[in-house]
């Protein structure tokens, strides 16, 4: 990208180290190679001008201490000074050569210290534990001065000696990782023991005084890891010059020289080309990270990542302070080496390089290269492998991530972080893909939903500002997301496929039982029954229903959960009316239908209501054991809750009943604003409220109290529509909530009821409505079989009639003339039994002039349809019949026992019966009673 080329070394099939080691024992060390190697890849930071002029002709004369965790160049910037102290000539020059080029006036006339021997040496080996074994060795003349330290007998070279070995030749002493060898010192126990670490700091405090006493003498360099041990101590006591790698400017200062050290060309390469360039990634850093600072800091943010260029800021910071500098790495950790490999795979590719660019499943990206480099144990090797499953799953399921590779990548190496703060944020995993384009925050938040849904070791989702961060362990709440997504493991098929669970139509399940959960509280009956219907509603809606909730069952109003939105045009649903029709056979009036809302999915059919169908299903059956799981099931109960209880908000009644074109029917459609447990109460106290016509009601009350009805006959006509060409269905209100409408019928004076031969009305001294209907309810109450027993009748003919009763066998058909006689006896007290004088023989008589008629309904049908065939033959309700012949088949006797238990206590009919025993023809019995 925009000509950049990495050095030579960095372009072979086999990509060298970049370790800065000042000795090597084949010596291939930085302070063994001539100074060119090292000054061509040197960038002259900060760092490395303060350590040239502490070893200049200007020196203070102090000992000079590098401070830095490993990896920050300590080693880089000792060699420099090592070829200075050797090659001074050869140092200035390039000095001089940075300082024109970069306007640095003290690089330009940079005069270094001269005459000065330097030993260099990593001590971190312990070859040398005795650290004037060093001196004597690399001293031209330490061989004489050994013997004469032999001869004294000392444990430890005084400091005499060693000035006078100095005098005859002065040292720049470079010692790098100085705290880690002298933590490494340990004294032999006894009194002959070699104190190695109590001679040690004897012999550095000689050294360092002599550094500060005499200049001229000895240049004392160590490099060590902090300032809290005992090594950085020694020599503190003397005030040295100390050159912190933690300083403002270290962080900028190391990344020029990583960047110098992999480019021969990057500093020829225009800034402007490469703030264009990275424009787009700029412009979002600042967004995502730097919103909180002022606008004037938006240049310097921008300006931070043309300074990293080819590399994101970062992804420098990330490796240097996150990774590479963490305990578990390694000792061959090589953050250019890292780099070189990442960026011969990706370079060419994107305007910048980030963290998304190591690719977790392309080796080529520099990927094997970075867990060399950071630990031995397979821990992060395990955590790539998963990293890389979990790609894979979001690719075999066919999930749509654009940037699902990018975004794996980088938070895998986000989480390979040894601290807390492993992982990165949702605005850090924004930036990682953002290239040259802008990426929409919406899309992107699509976009990492998916993938943590989709993947079982991502942890930390709980917060939309936490960290995501991959895990060697599942995440529970991701592993319950992932299994609800699959939809392989919920269709209809075996509960076990090679050893996997599955869970074949448990989502479905689910829903249609937190449905009936959240309807049907625990602690109180609902007015009406509530069932939920399954997929196949339609086709076959009880094979899936229990048997105490099919129709045959019903014996109160019934609110059922239409599972699909259906379409509605006048009152008219096609749907409902047919299945009505199909499905239904009796008791249809006593039906409503719950209505999804408009513009909803079908309940079975709606991806997100499954998706959190099964993840609740998961927690609360299915896993529920595993307190992991457990837990988290109120977490993903209350989204299906949430959704189930808005999902229905309206509900249909029959109004219109027409048999023929079931298509036709009309229903009353109406809204409720109730959720979860009220809505049977509301879809009750609405119909009651708004629907149910009391008038409507009154005048057929009124109608079969004129006929003398039994309440249970009044009931058995509301729970049928009647037949569209009669009158509009009656919305019914259950039985007990009926019979109270009756009874306020009676307070008003309306009509009469017979409980158990006692007539029940309004009485004249009742002054309103509410004292007679107290009255009414306290004389007429009743449930059950009893309710179903009380008679109803008009206080007109109530009060002016005596009913006589033939003895049994016959039946007597009163005359007209014997009615109106009757009519006209003076009427009985309310609240008295009605005595029922019997009569004299009954002698049948047949008027003059008068013709029989037969009328035969053309095939078998239910009670209400019946009744229409009266109005077909033009047989009005007050028109006497001789003979009524109702014929059964196929009924046990218990069904009959009940048919007769509801006739009326004045009727008087026969029994006919026809039935089988084995080994006998048909037997007729036929016993005779009082015919009507």
Known sequence: MLGLRLRDEFLGPQMPGTTIMLRRPDNTGSTQQSPDRILSITYPTADVQVALRAISAERAGHPIVL??????????????????????????????????????????????????????????????????????????????????????????????????????????????EFQKWFDGLRDEPGPEGIKYRTWAENFIQNLSEISKERPDLLILVISVLNNNTEAFRQVHRV???????????????????????????????????????????????????????????????????????????????????????AEAAQQNRDLIRILAQVYRARGEEVPIITPADFLVDDDSCGVQSLLDSISASAHHERLREIARRNLETIEAAGTVIPHARELVSALWVRSMSPWSNAGGTRQELHLD?????????????????????????IHGEESPEGRLRFGIEENPRSRVRATARNDRFWQPGPASVAGQVRYPGKDIEH????????????????????????????????????????PGHWERPVLILVPDPLQISEGRIQELGVWLARHVSSRRNTVRFLLPELGSKGLYRDAELLFCAR?????????????????????????????????????????SWDYRNPEQCIFEVERINAQGEQIPSAVEKRITEDLFDPEAFQELLMQRAGESFLVGKLLDELVEPPPAETREAIPYLGDTRIYEEILKAVARGKLVVNVGGTWVGRLPEH???????????????????????????????????????????????????????????????????????????????????????????????????????FEKWRLSAEHTLDKVKLEFQGLTVQQVKQILQRLPSFVRASLEVTYREEGKDDDRLSLGGDNF
């Open 67 to 176: 401070l830095g965790e490993r990896g920050r160049g300590k080693s880089h910037i000792m060699s420099v000074m090592h070829h200075a102290i050797e090659s001074p000539d050869r140092v200035e020059t390039w000095a001089k050569e940075w300082g024109e080029r970069l306007s640095i006036g003290a690089l330009q006339n940079l005069v270094l210290q001269r005459g000065f021997r330097a030993i260099s040496e990593p001590v971190h080996n312990q070859e040398y534990p005795l650290l004037w074994e060093l001196l004597f060795d690399r001293h031209p003349k330490g061989e004489l001065f050994r013997g004469r330290f032999q001869q004294i007998g000392y444990p430890y070279p005084p400091r005499s000696l060693i000035e006078e070995m100095l005098t005859v030749q002065p040292v720049a002493l470079i010692l790098d």
């Open 239 to 325: 005030g040295p010059v100390l050159i912190d790698f933690r300083g403002p400017t270290a962080k900028q200062d190391r990344q020029k020289l990583v960047i110098y050290r992999l480019f021969e060309n990057r500093e020829n390469i225009p800034t402007s080309d490469i703030r264009h360039l990275t424009a787009p990634y700029a412009a979002e850093r600042y967004r995502l990270l730097f919103s909180h600072l002022p606008e004037s800091e938006r240049g310097r943010v921008a300006e931070e990542v043309v300074a990293c260029w080819p590399f994101s800021p970062e992804l420098l910071e990330l490796l240097e302070d996150q990774i590479l500098m």
């Open 433 to 457: 893909i953002t290239r040259r384009e802008f990426i929409d925050d919406n899309a992107f938040q699509s976009e990492i939903v998916q993938l943590i849904e989709n993947s079982i070791n």
């Open 511 to 550: 829903i249609r039982n937190t449905l009936r959960h959240i309807l049907v509280p625990a602690d109180r009956e609902p007015p009406s029954r509530v069932i939920v219907l399954g997929p196949d509603w339609v086709n076959n809606p009880w094979s899936d229903i229990d048997e105490t909730d099919r």
């Open 615 to 655: 993840c609740s299903y998961l927690t609360s059956i299915a896993w529920k054991n595993d307190p992991k799981y457990r837990a988290l099931k109120d977490e993903f109960d209350k989204p299906l809750r949430e959704a189930l209880k808005k999902r229905f908000d309206r509900f249909a009644i029959l109004k």
């Open 767 to 869: 002054v309103d409505d509410g004292e007679a209907l107290r009255y009414v309810r306290s004389k007429a109450f009743r449930s059950g079989l009893e309710m179903r027993e009380v008679q109803l009748g008009l206080p007109s003919s109530v009060g002016g009639v005596t009913v006589t009763a033939p003895p049994a066998g016959t039946a007597t058909i009163p005359s007209a003339q014997e009615t109106s006689v009757l009519r006209e006896t003076a009427p009985v007290s309310f609240g008295r039994a009605i005595q029922l004088p019997v009569g004299g023989p009954a002698v049948e008589t047949e008027p003059s002039g008068v013709q029989k008629k037969t009328c035969l309904a053309e095939e078998p049908n239910t009670g209400i349809n019946l009744c229409g065939y």
